[in-house]
């Protein structure tokens, strides 16, 4: 599929309505969080949708809000957010900000302040909810550098990609910054990072990636992937 530059942002299209009515794992809530804070066309969409969501709710005789259960969980899987003020090194406009206001608010900095996880040069990653050995759906944030493809891969479950920056090409289509990638199991692909620019990324994983070389099984705890 060919993308132009007028074209509407990807996004997990099978999950608003998931979003809306609060069934969404901690982790896919916040990806969509962070896309629409940084994608007016799909902050539109998931606001039409939260609103067919309401009017159907109002007309059920089984309508009920989300309960304190669900906005309990929500509230203890995200981190400690660091105590200070954002870093001058990060735009002051959260419109103009590389990172979206929610992913700001969680890491207590921008993208410019960030502590890099890095084993093998050209990668690194950052932990914010889970970690490789999680059990549930894991969120972190990962950089690769400009140029780089990454091993090919499938998952053991969904894979979900928002692109904050930078750019990647995978199986004929283009993901730039404010699409969310999403790929299933079965789904095997190896991405290649656009030349002149790093691209970073807030990725939701459902388990280990599960490598299809040799090369890419030794290298995976080094990605930490």
Same mark, same amino acid.
């Given at each position: 599929?060919? /993308?132009s530059a007028l074209r509407s942002p990807s996004t997990a299209v099978d999950s608003l309505d998931d979003f809306a009515n609060g069934r969404l794992s901690v982790?896919?809530?916040l990806m969509l969080v962070c896309q629409s804070e940084i994608s007016p066309d799909i902050a539109q969409e998931i606001a039409f949708t939260e609103e067919v969501s309401a009017s159907l709710m109002m007309d059920s005789p089984h309508s009920r809000s989300l309960t304190p259960e669900f906005i309990g969980n929500v509230l203890a899987a995200l981190p400690e957010v660091r105590a200070g003020v954002i870093s001058r090194n990060d735009n002051q406009n959260p419109r103009l900000s590389m990172a979206p206001p929610t992913l700001r608010d969680i890491l %207590?900095? %921008?993208? #410019?302040? /960030?502590k890099w996880r890095s084993f093998i040069p050209g990668v690194a990653t950052h932990d914010i909810v889970g970690d490789r050995a999680y059990d %549930?759906? #894991?969120?972190y944030l990962m950089k690769v550098k400009a140029g780089m493809k990454m091993p090919?891969?499938?998952h053991n479950g969904e894979e979900w990609t928002l692109i904050l920056k930078g750019g990647y090409r995978v199986n004929g289509q283009r993901f730039t910054r404010g699409d969310l990638?999403?790929?299933y199991n079965d789904n095997s692909h190896a991405p290649e990072i656009e030349a002149g620019e790093d691209c970073?990324?807030?990725v939701m994983t459902q388990g280990k990636l599960k490598m299809q070389s040799a090369i890419g099984r030794l290298l995976q705890p080094l990605l930490g992937i």
């Open positions: 599929m060919t /993308m982790a896919k809530h %207590g900095h %921008g993208l #410019r302040d /960030m %549930g759906d #894991r969120l090919e891969h499938d990638h999403v790929a970073i990324c807030l």
